[in-house]
């Protein structure tokens, strides 16, 4: 059981283990509303003060609000 634990981040590609750690940002730029991701709380709080970072430190998420310029006003 731990082998196959241990082995684990080896079937992962890059991306995908950056995700799971917080490495990824996605594109803000293209997000209409709040948006909710995996992140580390410097990774999150270097974010541009125009997205409104938040750090959430219990579940290591970012909460921030995307700038989407085609947004449909609800």
Do not use: H, R
Request: aromatic share 10%; glycine share 10%; charged share 15%.
């Amino acid at each position: 059981m731990k082998k196959q634990i241990l082995n684990f981040g080896k079937a992962l590609n890059k991306a995908e283990q950056k995700e799971i750690i917080g490495g990824w940002i996605p594109d803000l730029s293209q997000i209409c509303g709040y948006y909710v991701f995996n992140s580390i709380e410097s990774q999150c709080l270097g974010l541009s003060l125009v997205y409104k970072p938040l750090w959430n430190p219990s579940n290591n998420t970012c909460s921030v609000l995307g700038g989407g310029t085609n947004c449909v006003e609800m």
